[in-house]
């Protein structure tokens, strides 16, 4: 064998070496992706393939499409062995010019690569490749398939039974599937009994294993709906069906006409979310001078966790028929994603939606969970005084109005504090808190002339007079108090005194009501509060209450209305000399029939079926008529609460049966019967009895005791 047909047997063998290698990579790569898919997501069978030929397909045509060249023999045999003399290529050529120095260089080379051993560049690529997919390959046998329902089969029994309830006679074995909905987060469960408890609008898969081959299975719901089992083998044994719930109730399996028991559904409904505004509160009036910023705090909650959540403002700007709305609105769904509590602060700077006095903010949160159910918080209002209105003088000429310069007086005090805040770099420290206190007493001067509005003639009446002197006979002025009151007891005059109009208290000698009163003793409030403010050289702090109380008088302004009668309506007065006097032969008196319908309330048809549920108790007979009526109207209760109505349904059922039996029916029956219809029944209402609340005082109890001893 020459060195040409060497090099050509090793290209041969290399070029096969790097085909298994590259379609040994590509199995193994599809193995291990199919391990992946039987351990992750639960394929099996003939699935597993997808994988594997996902990966094989581009390896295998790699493999084909990829060749090796006999340049590539060479390169890589005069690398690998020095003896050649990098002269490898030269076997592969004829010398048609017959050159010595070619023939004696080719024969050396020719001789050199039969003595070496020749290279195996791609065996050992080929022997990890095979290695790795044999490796994958046990890998996917050992991996267990995922269970989708969860890890292994929960048995889930009945609450409240303590044992599993049993399966129909003709029903070997039962495997049920609960899916809840995927935004819940909850895992599937795979149960072997019948009755389910899951949560609203989960999906549950039945497969019934029957004894023998049928020819049909079904289940039969309270709603009278119906569920066709399909068989999921050829011997007609097991039937597989599904169904979404949305609401409790309950079902029995019906396999060739023959009905099992009643087996429950309890779903947990999926409440909407509840979202509670914890601050501001419902109405809030930011005063000229505070800063233009609210402190949102809401509390959201959602028993399976929130997708998104946003703020909703509308802005209402102007006035009368100019008024305009536009709309805003802070989106922070990602703060709440997933999460079932969210506690969210936010501080609402009303200058980014560029309010100005006069103004009204309305916003209110609003939440969205997983199912698509909304709840919003009430609406919280935000006002922001319009200052130019306030210290305008429209109103002031009205002939209702009897106190203008009192008005006139706050605004003065209001635009002299600002002027102050705003020449206070301009001034010195000694002239700024001189002006501060020449306005803290002009806000005395005016609070005083508002005072004598309440009888207030001067400032030591004002809370009442309290006289230090004697504080030494309080303790024996409080014995005679409480001696006097049990003295006093029953004293008509005493009482009167304390709810009548006695013009000789300075604050009951007024002309106002007791709103109007109240009003102006909380400007009087804001006074006092304005004028310390002014006192310890802080106008800024001392502005929002002098606008608040400018703000409280034009209230009291505005509650002047005159009253203007309405003018009676003249009309025609009637010619009574033609009453009477028409033709009345074609007016047909009208003929009325009644015919008297007796309608049973759903109370009385369920006091029958008690009645007759007594009766047949009691050794009577029983009417099966009103247990019909009874048990439709507990069915239906049942339906809403299957784990403690379904028994009782099933058990005024065996009644029933006894009955139209001629037989004798099961006290424990008729007893059970007859708690779920009485169960059904509104409470009875309670009889009125005497009775004293646990904060009554002693003062109460001996007034009780003397008008018993005045009654006996």
Not at 134 to 150: E, I
Not at 366 to 379: I, L, N
Not at 385 to 395: C, V
Request: charged share 20%; with cysteine; net charge negative.
């Amino acid at each position: 064998m020459n060195g040409g047909e060497i090099i050509r047997r090793l290209r041969r063998h290399w070029q096969t070496e790097r085909r298994i290698t590259r379609l040994a990579t590509g199995i193994g790569v599809g193995l291990l992706l199919a391990a992946m898919a039987k351990g992750l997501a639960g394929w099996q069978g003939g699935w597993l393939l997808l994988p594997a030929l996902v990966a094989l397909a581009p390896a295998l045509y790699w493999s084909l499409r990829q060749k090796t060249s006999l340049r590539e023999v060479t390169d890589h045999l005069d690398q690998a062995c020095p003896l050649l003399e990098d002269s490898s290529s030269l076997l592969l050529e004829q010398n048609d010019s017959g050159s010595l120095l070619f023939r004696l260089q080719q024969q050396k080379a020719g001789t050199a690569l039969q003595q070496i051993e020749w290279p195996k560049p791609y065996r050992e690529n080929l022997l990890l490749t095979v290695s790795s997919a044999a490796l994958a390959f046990c890998l996917l046998l050992a991996v267990p398939a995922k269970q989708l329902a969860g890890e292994g089969d929960n048995v889930v029994t009945v609450p409240g039974t303590g044992s599993a309830t049993p399966l129909p006679l003709q029903i070997a074995g039962v495997r049920v599937l609960i899916q809840a909905p995927a935004y819940t987060g909850l895992p599937a469960i795979v149960q072997t009994q019948l009755p389910v408890q899951t949560v609203q609008g989960a999906a549950i898969q039945w497969t019934l294993q029957t004894n023998k081959p049928a020819q049909k299975t079904q289940l039969l719901f309270n709603d009278s709906s119906v569920l066709v089992l399909h068989p999921a083998d050829s011997s007609f044994t097991q039937w597989r069906g599904e169904k979404k719930v949305e609401k409790p109730g309950f079902y029995r399996v019906d396999t060739d006409g023959l009905p099992s028991d009643f087996y429950t559904i309890e779903v947990k409904p999926d409440l909407p979310p509840v979202v509670n505004i914890i601050s501001p509160e419902g109405q809030t009036n930011i005063e000229a001078g505070m800063p233009f910023r609210v402190a949102v705090r809401a509390l959201l909650n959602d028993d399976y966790g929130l997708v998104s959540a946003r703020l909703a403002a509308t802005i209402a700007s102007g006035s009368g028929e100019a008024v305009k709305f536009r709309n805003e609105s802070i989106d922070f769904s990602g703060i709440v994603r997933k999460q079932e509590r969210v506690s969210w602060n936010h501080l609402l700077d009303l200058n980014q939606w560029q309010l100005k006095g006069g103004d009204e903010l309305y916003f209110y949160i609003e939440a969205t969970d997983g199912r698509g159910q909304s709840a919003r918080s009430d609406v919280c209002i935000v006002r922001l005084p319009d200052t130019t209105e306030l210290l305008s003088l429209d109103g002031l000429l009205s002939a209702m109005d009897i106190k203008p310069e009192f008005f006139r007086s706050q605004r003065q005090i209001i635009i002299e504090t600002e002027q102050l805040i705003r020449d206070r770099n301009t001034m010195s420290v000694e002239a700024f808190n001189a002006k501060s206190n020449e306005l803290g007493s002009e806000q005395k001067l005016l609070r005083l002339r508002y005072g004598k509005f309440l009888g207030e003639e001067d400032e030591t009446q004002i809370g009442g007079h309290h006289d230090h002197g004697h504080d030494d006979d309080h303790d024996q002025d409080d014995d005679e108090a409480a001696h006097n009151d049990a003295a006093d007891f029953g004293n008509a005059e005493k009482i009167l005194s304390e709810v009548t109009h006695q013009h000789d208290i300075a604050e009951d000698a007024t002309f106002f009501d007791a709103e109007t009163k109240k009003q102006l003793k909380a400007t009087l409030t804001e006074m006092w509060n304005a004028e310390l403010k002014l006192r310890v050289y802080q106008p800024a702090q001392a502005l929002p209450y002098e606008y608040k109380a400018l703000r409280l008088l034009k209230d009291l302004q505005q509650q002047s209305r005159v009253y203007v009668a309405k003018t009676g309506v003249k009309t025609t007065p009637l010619d009574l000399t033609k009453r009477g006097s028409g033709d009345q032969d074609k007016i047909i008196a009208p003929r009325l029939s009644y015919r008297q319908t007796t309608a049973t309330t759903a109370e009385q048809e369920i006091a029958a079926g008690l009645i007759s549920l007594r009766s047949i108790a009691d050794g009577g007979p029983g009417d099966l008529g009103n247990l019909q009526k009874a048990a439709v109207r507990l069915s239906a209760a049942a339906a809403g609460k299957p784990a403690s109505l379904l028994p009782r349904y099933q058990a005024l059922l065996r009644v029933m049966d006894a009955l139209g039996k001629q037989a004798h029916a099961v006290p424990a029956d008729l007893e059970a019967a007859s708690n779920g219809l009485a169960e059904l029944l509104p409470p009875a209402p309670g009889l009125p009895s005497p009775a004293l609340s646990p904060a009554a005082t002693p003062l109460s109890k001996e007034y009780l005791k003397k008008l018993s001893a005045v009654a006996y």
